[in-house]
């Protein structure tokens, strides 16, 4: 009596040329097609193009596609100038403590808006009234280190 342990299925579907399509049912042996090899690549190509695609798409939502951002982000900010520059630039509108007043309260801001966002909420203008702001990166760095901060 030999008994065939069933194949898991990462081994059906891992094993070029294997042929095999489905897993078998229980009991029976396992079907070696030979009929469509073609459908078996066309298969595999599609699932390849779509998981590429996916890929690509993770990347671009992730990754900061401007120059201004990734500078910014690739440098360490330092919470205590990046308050300085909120008291001069920003809480005239959102409060000496970040509290809200003309615009929202910043405390957990960061919750809402990632930092890329945060970086364009700044530099776009594109909310009047508040305005866009124009700071080097290591400003902007700053900023964000302090708007972490309000967290
Ligand atoms: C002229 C007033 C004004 C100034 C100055 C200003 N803001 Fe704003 N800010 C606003 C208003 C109003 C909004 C709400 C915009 C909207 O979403 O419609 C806002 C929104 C924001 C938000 C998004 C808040 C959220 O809940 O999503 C951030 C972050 C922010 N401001 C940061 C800053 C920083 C940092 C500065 C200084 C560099 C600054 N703001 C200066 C008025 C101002």
Same mark, same amino acid.
């Given at each position: 009596?030999?008994?065939? =342990?069933?194949?898991?299925?990462?081994?059906?579907?891992? +094993?070029?040329?294997?042929?095999? +399509?489905?897993?078998?049912?229980?009991?029976?042996?396992?079907?070696?097609?030979?009929?469509?090899?073609?459908? #078996?690549?066309?298969? %595999?190509?599609?699932?390849?193009?779509?998981?590429?695609?996916?890929?690509?798409?993770?990347?671009?939502?992730?990754?900061?596609?401007?120059?201004?951002? #990734?500078?910014?982000?690739?440098?360490?900010?330092?919470?205590?100038?990046?308050?300085?520059?909120?008291?001069?630039?920003?809480?005239?509108?959102?409060?000496?403590?970040?509290?809200? %007043?003309?615009?929202?309260?910043?405390?957990?801001?960061?919750?809402?808006?990632?930092?890329?966002?945060? +970086?364009?909420?700044? +530099?776009?203008? #594109?909310?009047? =009234?508040?305005? #866009?702001?124009?700071?080097?990166?290591?400003?902007?760095?700053?900023?964000?280190?302090?708007?972490?901060?309000?967290?």
């Amino acid at each position: 009596m030999t008994a065939v =342990p069933p194949l898991a299925p990462a081994e059906l579907s891992g +094993i070029p040329g294997s042929g095999a +399509i489905l897993p078998s049912a229980p009991g029976t042996p396992l079907e070696v097609s030979g009929a469509w090899p073609g459908r #078996r690549l066309l298969g %595999l190509m599609l699932a390849l193009a779509l998981a590429a695609g996916l890929l690509l798409a993770v990347l671009l939502q992730a990754g900061p596609r401007d120059p201004y951002s #990734r500078a910014t982000l690739a440098l360490k900010g330092d919470d205590v100038s990046g308050g300085k520059l909120f008291r001069l630039n920003c809480a005239g509108c959102h409060g000496l403590a970040a509290q809200g %007043l003309v615009g929202p309260s910043l405390h957990g801001v960061d919750h809402r808006k990632n930092d890329r966002q945060l +970086i364009q909420q700044v +530099i776009s203008g #594109r909310t009047p =009234p508040m305005p #866009r702001f124009q700071l080097d990166p290591q400003e902007m760095a700053d900023l964000l280190a302090f708007l972490h901060r309000l967290a």
